[in-house]
């Protein structure tokens, strides 16, 4: 068998295949190019880089956090307390303690009874100490797990103990959070003495 007839033979059918796989690679490579184009004229985003924003986007919202928390912001720096449904001057606040350690046979943690300054009234809310520290300005403290005490309402320390104006009974500072309390009470005062 001679080239010319070999040629003749196979070649044509040899150049077509090639030819229609050059083109069928060119025309996929064309379709993807016009998406990537078209994706971007309409901002579409890829999931890779739906996940690397949603990440960004996390960071952000924990530095956000961070700095709200490091500001106070939220707060309450008008003077009134958001608790659930009930709107409370932060100043008639005395303290908050948990249900079952008030009450012992209900045991639903999540009820606050709070009682106040000049009062016998109490009133109970639905939530958790640490929302409820995130709505009272900065001289409330959680000095347990079981109770918020109003720091301005504080006249004796003893220990680990400490005692608000007009009640016989004791509150216990937890030992984790001695440090904080009595820097935190000691500069209360000295705010105090100042104004």
């Given at each position: 068998m001679t080239?010319?007839?070999?040629?003749?033979?196979?070649?044509?059918?040899?150049?077509?295949?090639?030819?229609?796989i050059f083109i069928s690679i060119l025309s996929i490579w064309a379709?993807?190019?016009?998406?990537?184009?078209?994706?971007?004229?309409?901002?579409?985003?890829?999931?890779?880089?739906?996940?690397s924003e949603n990440e960004a986007l996390k960071k952000e919202n924990e530095?956000?956090?961070?700095?709200?928390?490091?500001?106070?912001?939220g707060k309450a720096t008008t003077g009134i307390a958001i608790l659930g449904p009930l709107k409370i001057k932060c100043d008639t606040i005395l303290?908050?303690?948990?249900?079952?350690?008030?009450?012992?046979s209900n045991n639903n943690s999540r009820i606050?009874?709070?009682?106040?300054?000049?009062?016998?009234?109490?009133?109970?809310?639905?939530?958790?100490?640490?929302y409820i520290i995130s709505q009272l300005p900065?001289?409330?403290?959680?000095?347990?797990?079981n109770q918020i005490v109003n720091l301005k309402e504080v006249y004796n320390v003893q220990g680990n103990e400490l005692y608000l104006k007009k009640l016989k009974s004791s509150f216990i500072i937890?030992?984790?959070?001695k440090e904080e309390f009595e820097q935190r009470w000691s500069q209360l005062a000295l705010s105090d003495n100042t104004k």
């Open positions: 080239w010319n007839k070999f040629f003749s033979l196979y070649g044509g059918p040899f150049l077509e295949i090639v030819l229609f379709i993807y190019h016009l998406l990537s184009k078209a994706l971007l004229f309409f901002k579409i985003k890829t999931k890779k880089e739906l996940f530095r956000l956090l961070d700095e709200i928390n490091r500001l106070d912001i303290y908050i303690v948990s249900q079952p350690f008030e009450q012992p606050k009874i709070i009682h106040y300054v000049n009062s016998e009234k109490t009133d109970a809310v639905y939530a958790t100490f640490e900065d001289y409330f403290m959680l000095v347990n797990k937890s030992d984790a959070k």
